[in-house]
């Protein structure tokens, strides 16, 4: 009966077969580690053989095991995302996810990149806000809808402008707006509200917003 | 030699393909230590030692139930060189493709004292430092920051002072600020303030920014 050509580590069989015996065995094995190899990596009959082309990681139930001296890098499912890159310290020390989201232009003057750990930055510029009497605050949409906790908002002024407020005082160009996320909607923080107000006797009045660069950070 | 799959042939005596079989052996070992732990090893054969990515000329396919790594040219501002670059399996959101991020770059800047610079995932390049100098009361400050690796655009720029001003209420507050960027200039950004309206003729300010531009 003909050996199947797979992979097969007990050839030959006997010590006292003829050569002819196992010869199929043997060249499917052979012709087996050829291909195998030859994923991932410059295949064994290139001049320049054995280093990586590229590593594909297939996903992992579990966090790989790591002994003192070892780093591992692998990949696992994560709920609502996907196939993600994790890392793990030595000694089966702490597990990080290291990539978390697909990294696109989300939209004029707004970009967002990943930190490891499952964290996504916002960062971008918004463009001076004047308030009215029905409007005095705006949202600053944040894409992708992806967050599930904001964890810090920096705003920094593009211009230094007072705004003038009742009484003929003014409000110094260093106060700073305030802002904090909006209500979740199904569970994702989709914008933050800015505005700038002084308070007063008798309420708060809301002033001009500069111009601003910021940068959110916020947890997926 | 290189690997021959025609051998072993069906003959009588392994004798007769001995050295190929021997060599074909050898290529699979000799390929194996590349990067890996080598078969001859007493512990832990087959595992990396390290990963050298042969570069890419066209971004790789990635099917479901995996993520890759790879290498492949990338263009920044300091030309086009390889860099590392992770693709996961599907999109999110579903409408955006699952282009491949730039995980690396070229550079960074960990000696300062008063300028940094790392880079961020996505083909982003972060700069942040510190910056001080002596203000003249009423006199407006404005310092410009000169990025050292300039980035292809400079896209958000920030400023926090550190030091405070005495007003004449007798109580701190924090000078006024912006970070600015000039229009079409992307290794350089001002930060600016009205500066000191109270308090002695000269004081001392700082401040510490940040900085992003694209690679």
């Known amino acids: ?220 | 030699m290189t690997i021959d799959f025609n051998k072993p042939t069906g003959g009588p005596s392994p004798a007769l393909d001995c050295s190929t079989i021997q060599s074909n052996f050898k290529r699979f070992s000799d390929a194996l230590v590349i990067n890996h732990i080598a078969l001859n090893s007493f512990s832990a054969q087959g595992d990396h030692r390290n990963v050298i990515f042969t570069n890419q000329t066209d971004i790789p396919e990635v099917s479901k139930d995996s993520a890759i790594l790879f290498s492949i040219n990338a263009t920044s501002n300091a030309g086009v060189n390889p860099q590392l670059f992770a693709r996961i399996p599907k999109f999110l959101p579903n409408n955006i493709a699952n282009s491949p991020m730039q995980l690396t770059y070229n550079t960074v800047n960990i000696t300062g004292p008063n300028q940094y610079q790392s880079f961020l995932v996505g083909g982003y390049l972060i700069y942040f430092g510190r910056a001080s100098g002596s203000a003249d009361k009423s006199i407006p400050i404005s310092q410009t920051i000169t990025l050292a690796t300039p980035p292809s655009k400079l896209l958000v720029a920030f400023a926090i002072p550190n030091t405070t001003a005495m007003t004449g209420s007798n109580f701190d507050q924090s000078i006024p600020y912006a970070a600015v960027i000039t229009s079409g200039v992307n290794n350089k950004f001002d930060f600016v303030s009205n500066g000191y309206s109270n308090g002695p003729a000269s004081l001392p300010y700082s401040f510490t920014w940040m900085a992003i531009g694209t690679v």
């Open chain 1, 1 to 220: 009966m003909a050996k199947e050509k797979t992979y097969d580590p007990n050839v030959p069989e006997k010590l006292s077969d003829a050569l002819a015996v196992s010869q199929l065995a043997l060249l499917a094995n052979f012709q087996t580690m050829f291909s195998a190899f030859s994923r991932n990596h410059v295949a064994l009959d290139s001049t320049d053989f054995g280093n990586h082309t590229i590593i594909e990681l297939f996903e992992q139930l579990n966090a790989i095991e790591t002994n003192v001296n070892e780093i591992s890098i692998y990949t696992k499912f994560v709920k609502d995302q996907t196939e993600q890159v994790f890392f793990r310290y030595p000694g089966n020390g702490t597990e990080f996810q290291f990539t978390n989201y697909q990294i696109y232009t989300a939209k004029k003057n707004q970009f967002f990149t990943t930190l490891p750990g499952g964290f996504l930055c916002y960062f971008g510029s918004f463009k001076r806000f004047t308030p009215s009497a029905k409007v005095t605050k705006f949202n600053l949409d944040l894409l992708p809808v992806a967050l599930k906790k904001i964890c810090s908002i920096a705003l920094c002024p593009t211009e230094l402008i007072d705004a003038n407020i009742a009484g003929g005082k003014t409000l110094n160009a260093s106060t700073n707006p305030s802002a904090y996320p909006n209500d979740p909607t199904n569970g994702f923080i989709s914008s933050i509200n800015i505005s700038r107000k002084l308070k007063l006797v008798g309420g708060n009045s809301p002033v001009t917003v500069p111009a601003c660069n910021y940068f959110i950070i916020g947890k997926v």
